[in-house]
């Protein structure tokens, strides 16, 4: 089966850069997703890694290893607003639908 | 596009009873999803759906039956209430891209 393994808690200032990592252990890997998760609210796409290296969107950058069976999100410039939790997730062995992490919550702080 | 809609949005059901908890999408994807979130849990598939008329179990389907009779639909049926079944669920759908799941706002479900 599919398991994936992240921090369960990360703390950070506003105005930094802090890294949340996620290693897996998969039967067949397709890639890697994130997603955002404020409280209350529903699970968000963040961005997706098919091949290793880094991928950047805005403040968030997501990067892969195939190799290493890791990866991680790194996050710029904090917000109060990023305060949030953040999964990282695989397809099943089918293809057909996602594993997910148990989540690491970031809490930001002034 | 109304995206992914869920309803209702709270339940209170008591121990044995039956309900189900719909789900829509108005962006014509194959593939639907039912997860459940408890605390430091992460997100449990439940079931998923590949295409109208096809469904299969994922990691916790136990007191859970699902249908897929149109693209749209996927609705979730609780069998008999368990408080052990409290929790919020989440349904999801995504194109054959199923790295990028969509999902709806959430059912908070108490059984008492």
């Known amino acids: 089966g599919q398991s994936l393994e992240q921090p369960s808690e990360v703390t950070a200032v506003e105005g930094a850069i802090v890294q949340i990592n996620c290693t897996y252990q998969?039967?067949?890997?397709?890639?890697l997703s994130w997603y955002q998760q404020h409280d209350g609210g529903a699970p968000t796409f963040l961005s997706y890694n098919a091949l290793d290296g880094l991928e950047e969107t805005g403040r968030f950058s997501s990067f892969l290893s195939r190799s290493d069976s890791y990866g991680y999100l790194l996050l710029q410039e904090l917000q109060m607003k990023d305060s949030a939790s953040y999964f990282c997730?695989?397809?099943?062995?089918?293809?057909?639908?996602?594993?997910f992490g148990k989540g690491t919550m970031l809490l930001v702080s002034p | 596009n109304a995206g992914v809609t869920q309803t209702p949005k709270f339940q209170v059901l008591k121990t044995g009873q039956s309900m189900t908890l719909q789900c829509a999408q108005d962006?014509?994807?194959?593939?639907m999803s039912w997860y459940r979130q408890d605390p430091g849990m992460g997100l449990r598939l439940i079931h998923y759906s590949v295409g109208a008329g096809i469904t299969d179990q994922g990691e916790v389907p136990n007191g859970y039956n699902v249908s897929r009779s149109t693209t749209e639909d996927f609705p979730l049926r609780l069998l008999s209430a368990a408080p052990s079944q409290t929790s919020v669920y989440f349904c999801?759908?995504?194109?054959?891209?199923?790295?990028?799941?969509?999902f709806g706002p959430g059912t908070r479900l108490t059984v008492t």
């Open positions: 962006m014509n994807h194959e593939y």
């Open positions: 997730a695989v397809r099943d062995e089918a293809g057909s639908t996602l594993t």
């Open positions: 999801a759908s995504s194109s054959d891209r199923v790295d990028e799941q969509y």
């Open positions: 998969t039967s067949g890997f397709y890639g």
